[in-house]
């Protein structure tokens, strides 16, 4: 079965500190690709980094940053310096199978005050 | 482009009424996605078109009917629906099969409301 878990549903933090969202997956295939989508209020879902599962490299793109770790079925992303306009929803999200169907995390709210 | 266009925004319908919502994108992407998300809810897979056909359809009611006229175009016929139907509906459209560029790119969705 296909499962992502986002145990974290609300954080809230300060303006400019770090902040890391947790995921976890499961997933059978040996062939799969790991998202992080932001949803903002205005519903759109924007796209911000992926990952396959033969690539375990981190990845830095300004002030986010990710940790893919296989051993342990996670895909944390952080974001360093946490801004206003950085309130949205995050979601986790793993794509498998031939049609290659998304299963997404539950997401988690993610509320920076000023 | 590369965009996923969803028209119209916002739909407020009646129980009775036909609607039908379109999804567009000239990427070139040959897998197309209908998804339906409630209020602080994830997304939720509705129907999968790869190369013009169905592939997936997750036991959707049949008031919801997916139709895919061409590459680039994508519909969601709607017909008779419930008030519990109100949701963001979303759009999603995908490269397919290419390891270094795959993605998926969603539209910016129809806020659906049922009275």
């Known amino acids: 079965a296909q499962k992502v878990t986002q145990a974290q549903t609300e954080i809230s933090v300060v303006e400019k500190e770090d902040v890391t969202l947790d995921c976890v997956y499961e997933?059978?295939?040996?062939?799969?690709?790991l998202f992080w989508y932001k949803q903002p209020p205005s519903g759109e879902l924007v796209f911000l980094i992926r990952?396959?599962?033969?690539?375990?490299q981190n990845e830095i793109s300004g002030r986010y940053s990710w940790n893919f770790q296989k051993s342990t079925s996670s895909f944390n992303f952080t974001i360093t310096a946490s801004q206003v306009v950085d309130s949205a929803v995050y979601f986790c999200?793993?794509?498998?199978?031939?049609?290659?169907?998304?299963?997404f995390g539950s997401g988690t709210q993610l509320t920076v005050l000023p | 482009d590369t965009e996923v266009t969803q028209t119209p925004k916002h739909l407020v319908m009646g129980m009775t009424n036909k609607k039908s919502l379109k999804c567009e994108q000239h990427?070139?992407?040959?897998?197309m996605y209908w998804y339906k998300q409630k209020a602080k809810k994830p997304p939720e897979l509705m129907f999968v078109?790869?190369?013009?056909?169905?592939?997936i359809n997750e036991s959707v009611p049949s008031r919801f009917s997916p139709e895919c006229p061409n590459s680039s175009l994508l519909n969601l016929h709607l017909h008779a629906l419930q008030p519990e139907d109100s949701a963001l509906y979303l759009c999603?459209?995908?490269?397919?099969?290419?390891?270094?560029?795959?993605?998926?790119?969603f539209g910016s969705g129809t806020r659906l409301t049922v009275v």
């Open positions: 990952r396959n599962s033969f690539d375990e």
């Open positions: 990427m070139g992407h040959r897998a």
């Open positions: 997933t059978r295939d040996t062939t799969y690709y």
């Open positions: 999603a459209s995908s490269q397919g099969s290419d390891r270094a560029n795959y993605g998926y790119t």
């Open positions: 078109y790869s190369y013009e056909k169905l592939s």
């Open positions: 999200v793993l794509s498998y199978g031939s049609a290659r169907q998304l299963t």
